[in-house]
């Protein structure tokens, strides 16, 4: 149906940089809201950013002015770029996208939210 591909992570020292990017692909009519979440062990999944498929954005307070959330609607991708990255940043980032998809029927379409795999960000010393 739909996948989601994320590439981007790994181990990066603190005040660094790294950016995420996530790839969707399958029988996709649209997406409307993209975002990445993040969850550390023994903690809730918690969103990072997010964007719309008109552009507008929002993110989590811890990474408001550090980290960037951008989109490209031709390609189904979606990246997060970010700085000054700190060891509570450390955790497993998620890509999420809310898609409009073709179901079995050619003529149905189907909404639904779909999850990458998860990429380990790491950020020490």
């Known amino acids: 149906q739909v996948q989601l591909v994320e590439s981007g992570g790994g181990l990066v020292q603190p005040g660094g940089s790294l950016r995420l990017s996530c790839a969707a692909s399958?029988?996709?009519?649209?997406?409307?809201?993209m975002g990445w979440y993040r969850q550390a062990p023994g903690k809730q999944r918690d969103l990072v950013a997010s964007?719309?498929?008109?552009?507008?954005?929002s993110y989590g307070d811890s990474v408001k002015g550090r980290f960037t959330i951008s989109r490209d609607n031709a390609k189904n991708t979606v990246s997060l770029q970010m700085n000054s990255l700190k060891p509570e940043d450390t955790a497993v980032y998620y890509c999420?996208?809310?898609?409009?998809?073709?179901?079995?029927?050619?003529?149905?379409?189907?909404?639904?939210?779909?999850w990458g795999q998860g990429t380990q960000v790491t950020v020490s010393s």
């Open positions: 999420n996208a809310d898609v409009v998809y073709r179901g079995d029927s050619r003529y149905l379409r189907e909404r639904g939210l779909f």
């Open positions: 399958g029988n996709i009519f649209s997406i409307y809201t």
């Open positions: 964007i719309s498929s008109g552009g507008s954005t």
